[in-house]
Nanobody, 126 residues
Framework: QVQLVESGGGLVQAGGSLRLSCAAS????????MSWFRQAPGKEREFVAG????????YYADSVRGRFTISRDNAKNTVYLQMNSLKPEDTAVYYC???????????????????WGQGTQVTVSS
């Protein structure tokens, strides 16, 4: 079992920044890939960013590449999402997810993930 708890969401003006955190407990955190997804009202949940077990390789959706940075601290069992130059279209509930069957490239298909956090709301005002 893995428990994931997100934090760091909030309301920010366009152009601003937020840092999301996802604290994990349970199975050995350093052995599996982690990702962030988001879901806006009326839309499907979509892949935002992911990284390998070591954090040495990262992957981003085209819509956030160059603005968002995903990272992890395995000593703290935490994955982060630094979000800069935020836009109103980034408004969504952000979820972290764990694929405990994968140490390498994180899948972009949400159905391949085993565990999810409860989500944290990010609202970007124009």
């Amino acid at each position: 079992q893995v428990q994931l708890v997100e934090s760091g969401g909030g309301l920010v003006q366009a152009g601003g920044s937020l840092r999301l955190s996802c604290a994990a407990s349970g199975r050995t955190f350093s052995r599996y890939a982690m990702s962030w997804f988001r879901q806006a009202p009326g839309k499907e949940r979509e892949f935002v960013a992911g990284l390998t077990w070591s954090g040495s390789r990262t992957y981003y959706a085209d819509s956030v590449r160059g603005r968002f940075t995903i990272s992890r601290d395995n000593a703290k069992n935490t994955v982060y999402l630094q979000m800069n130059s935020l836009k109103p279209e980034d408004t969504a509930v952000y979820y972290c997810a764990a694929d405990v069957g994968t140490a390498g490239v994180p899948p972009i298909n949400l159905y391949e993930y085993d565990y999810w956090g409860q989500g944290t709301q990010v609202t970007v005002s124009s």
